[in-house]
């Protein structure tokens, strides 16, 4: 998150300080964003899980969840007020129901998988939680 939001290179000295060298590539990040302007979750969904899997055999376990990384950069990038939350749910789910089950077993992890419907009631029903 922090990736997208940075405007210039880091110092070497800053990249000495991080510790978590699981961060994604900010030509993938313009890629997945390019894809969600396009409304193609599919692709995007597919870019980052290779590029987990690529971390892993690297020896670095990204945990995130590959739902809230693309709900980040849709919300953020295109904007809350340009997306609709219900067509991306339903989006999401759509992808899943695609996959073979090897692929969701070699590739995708539970925090991956759309939300329950009990979850987007939630959502829908209770304010959005805004951040500044």
Avoid: W
Avoid at 93 to 115: G, H, S, V, W
Avoid at 116 to 121: D, G, L, P, R
């Amino acid at each position: 998150y922090i990736l997208y939001k940075q405007n210039h290179p880091a110092s070497p000295l800053l990249k000495a300080l991080l510790t978590d060298q699981a961060h994604l590539n900010k030509n993938v990040i313009q890629q997945i964003i390019s894809s969600i302007r396009c409304n193609d979750l599919l692709t995007p969904v597919k870019r980052l899980a290779n590029e987990r899997h690529k971390l892993q055999n690297n020896g670095v376990d990204r945990t995130h969840s590959i739902y809230r990384d693309i709900l980040f950069l849709a919300l953020t990038a295109i904007g809350r007020s340009n997306v609709d939350l219900a067509t991306f749910h339903r989006e999401y789910a759509a992808i899943f129901d695609k996959l073979t089950e090897k692929e969701c077993n070699m590739y995708y992890r539970n925090q991956d998988f759309p939300p329950s419907a009990a979850t987007i009631f939630c959502r829908a029903y209770f304010k959005p939680l805004l951040l500044p």
